[in-house]
């Protein structure tokens, strides 16, 4: 097994933290630990995945896995008893977090904070769990008892306990310089009293990890999380600038500058944390998705509550933090498009264990001045060496949480309240169907839609008038080659909601696909129109035209929806096809490029760079793209489909049989409704053009 190369392995979860704030602190000479760090390492964008919830992100980024296999799927669940709802507990994760393998294999782990760790586990090291600051007293003398399983060894209760920050006496001159102007806005004010009290959790969380860093025993890896810049983003990001038109002048004079200052508490605390933590460690600090801080904030401001549920996630950008510094990390090194997936097997790397084959990620090699170990089948179904402990908790207390009420539920805990119903039966079924969906969305972002159909069709049976559960389902049916039942599907939603615009939109896709063109035309008109008040969904309307067949008509879209934003890779993909099945390869090649300067992880634009140089005639460097292409989706089936006739064009016949029958393999893994259009200059025409037999 190859030798470990970090001494010690820090762990630093900032959620939501956001490269376009934290670059433009960087920029105002702020921020100068993690500036450090970033000198001395590595940064690079971090994929998420969907849905973007943050108990179901931070398990991922602890065990490497989805959601469906890990098990956490909301932010509550039910009690075991069925009396209610809970937070979710470490004891209704279905599979081993990073801290249970290190124990396992001897290694000591400091665990702080982090999300569905309550009750704590018995690992080799410590555990303060999410609950850390909960049932604090009104008074604020008065006793305030941990809440059990808050703390692992219970040896460390009292010295945790003590180290609390009391929300009652938050210290002022911290809470001015989270907000200079306080004098002005009075401390009684209730949007000051919730910074107090999300930065009172923040400061606990700190002094807690320095308490057990500190606490006396070597550790090898220790894993800290802040959920601080996300809760207080909730509340506080729409006073940034430039002015939201709900936000008035005075609220954005006294609130807009608080993100800024939490972004620079907690480069502070960082700065703190690695003290105690002493020289010679490696640190990776990430977080599981961005944050909004520019034109494209949601407004949720007006909505009911129900409905800023269901929408407050889209604050969340999907690109988030990834640092990389210390022992064991290339300096300046390029990371290829990591996910949170690739977050615990690099950091079993780094510490010379491998990572299992039933992980979702990989480790980030190129990153890393060492060879991966050799994977392992499973590491649930790996033992402890002898004399260590997986730290887990006991079979009896581990259980799937269906099975214990047959519900789960999301109640957003990122500043932003769901309206749970009163009895308690009515929350359990709130929290079944919101789990339910959470797990369907899961599967369906990693390409399972046909995994994903049954839930939302019970879904759909149960709220038929909850338009996000009939919409994804519609996608699923159209990506499982069922295209008149979406359209049917929709047309139902519409019956209900006749003025849904997405409904009108994803049927009119849904028709095309099926061959009613005339149909597809009809139910695009007033989507056309609406357009012009409704912007974000330029890109979505784009798509589908394109998909009729009106390529200029979709360039226009695609042209609008970039410049809303012009870091919209989707728009600059868009784009580079329409501009493609123009005939304008050169445009085609640098709007495909231009999406790539954003992420090197998207197959479709290294597809369409590809498409694009072999009509230029630079077919060996086609090749090379068309193989990235390949490299970060197998199952691209156009992809495929293009090496082989590029392959026959060159006479080269075993690499072209290799390819077409690949080409034949994927094809029966589609159902015949579902199998994509050839579009203006793709392979089939490529074919034609120079003699080939089709693919």
């Known amino acids: 097994m190859p030798a470990r190369i970090a001494k010690r392995l820090l762990v630093i979860g900032w959620d939501a933290a956001d490269w376009l704030l934290i670059n433009r602190l960087f920029a105002a000479g702020k921020m100068p630990v993690l500036r450090k760090l970033v000198e001395a390492g590595a940064r690079a964008d971090l994929g998420t995945l969907e849905p973007k919830l943050s108990p179901l992100l931070w398990s991922s980024i602890a065990t490497g896995k989805t959601a469906d296999k890990h098990g956490i799927l909301n932010f509550v669940e039910p009690k075991p008893d069925g009396s209610g709802l809970r937070v979710s507990s470490s004891t209704s994760r279905k599979t081993k977090a990073l801290w249970n393998i290190l124990s396992q294999n001897g290694l000591s782990t400091h665990v702080v904070g982090w999300y569905a760790s309550h009750p704590a586990e018995p690992i080799k090291g410590s555990v303060v769990t999410n609950l850390l600051q909960e049932g604090e007293p009104a008074s604020e003398g008065a006793a305030w008892p941990l809440v059990a399983g808050t703390v692992h060894p219970a040896s460390r209760e009292d010295a945790i306990a003590a180290g609390r920050q009391r929300a009652r006496a938050f210290p002022r001159e911290t809470l001015k310089a989270l907000l200079p102007k306080l004098d002005e806005v009075g401390v009684g004010d209730e949007r000051v009293q919730t910074l107090v009290k999300l930065m ?53 004079r006294f609130f807009g500058g608080v993100m800024d200052a939490v972004y620079e508490w907690h480069d502070a605390a960082l700065g703190r944390i690695l003290e105690a933590a002493g020289p010679d460690t490696t640190v990776i600090l990430l977080s599981d998705h961005g944050f909004h ?8 401001s007006d909505l009911p509550p129900e409905r800023r549920m269901e929408l407050e996630s889209s604050w969340h950008r999907p690109q988030g933090v990834l640092v990389m510094s210390g022992p064991g990390v290339k ?78 539920k999301q109640l957003v805990d990122l500043g932003y309240m769901a309206a749970l119903p009163e009895d308690v039966q009515g929350q359990l079924d709130l929290v079944r169907r919101e789990s339910l969906f959470n797990l369907a969305v899961a599967l369906m972002s990693r390409r399972r839609g046909h995994e994903a159909i049954p839930h939302f069709e019970r879904l759909v049976a149960e709220r038929p008038h909850e338009s996000r559960y009939a919409l994804l389902l519609a996608n699923c049916l159209i990506g499982a080659g069922r295209a008149s039942e979406a359209a049917d599907c929709m047309a139902k939603l519409l019956q209900h909601d006749a003025k849904n615009l997405e409904a009108q939109l994803l049927r009119a896709a849904a028709l095309a696909i099926a061959g009613d063109e005339s149909g597809a035309r009809a139910q695009l008109d007033p989507v056309e129109r609406a357009v012009r008040t409704r912007p974000e969904l330029a890109l979505s309307l784009g798509g589908v035209l394109g998909a009729c067949g009106r390529f200029a008509d979709a360039r226009a879209l695609f042209e609008q929806a970039k410049a809303r934003n012009p870091r919209d890779a989707a728009a600059h993909i868009g784009l580079a096809r329409m501009h493609l099945a123009l005939g304008g390869f050169e445009p085609a090649a640098e709007h495909a490029l231009d999406a790539l300067e954003i992420s090197q992880a998207l197959p479709e634009a290294h597809l369409i760079l590809g498409a694009a140089l072999a009509w230029y005639g630079d077919e060996e460097n086609a090749k090379k793209s068309i193989g990235f292409a390949i ?61 080939i037999d089709p693919v």
């Open 331 to 408: 300096r300046n090194a390029t990371v290829a498009s990591p996910t949170i997936l690739d977050v615990a097997p690099t950091a079993l790397a780094l510490l010379g264990l491998p990572a299992a084959n039933d992980f979702d990620g990989r480790v980030l090699a190129e990153a890393i001045a060492c060879e991966a170990p050799a994977r392992v089948p499973s590491w649930d179904a790996v033992e402890a060496i002898a004399g260590e402990t997986t730290g887990l908790h006991p079979a009896d207390l581990r259980q799937d949480v269906f099975e214990a009420a047959d519900a789960i």
């Open 293 to 300: 801080s520019d034109h494209l904030r949601p407004n949720l």
């Open 631 to 691: 490299m970060h989706d197998p199952g691209i089936i156009d992809a495929h489909r293009w090496i082989a006739v590029l392959h026959a064009k060159a006479g080269a016949v075993a690499y072209e049989g290799d390819a077409r029958a690949e080409v034949e393999r994927l094809w029966a893994t589609i159902p015949q409704g579902a199998r994509p259009k050839d579009m203006p200059f793709g392979p089939a025409a490529f074919a034609a053009k120079h003699g």
């Open 200 to 252: 009172s959790y923040a400061a606990s969380i700190e002094r807690a990890a320095i308490a057990q860093l500190k606490s006396g025993g070597p550790w090898d890896a220790a894993m800290v999380f802040f959920d601080a810049i996300d809760t207080v983003g909730h509340h506080f990001m729409q006073f940034v600038a430039p002015k939201m038109a709900h936000v008035t002048e005075r609220e954005q």
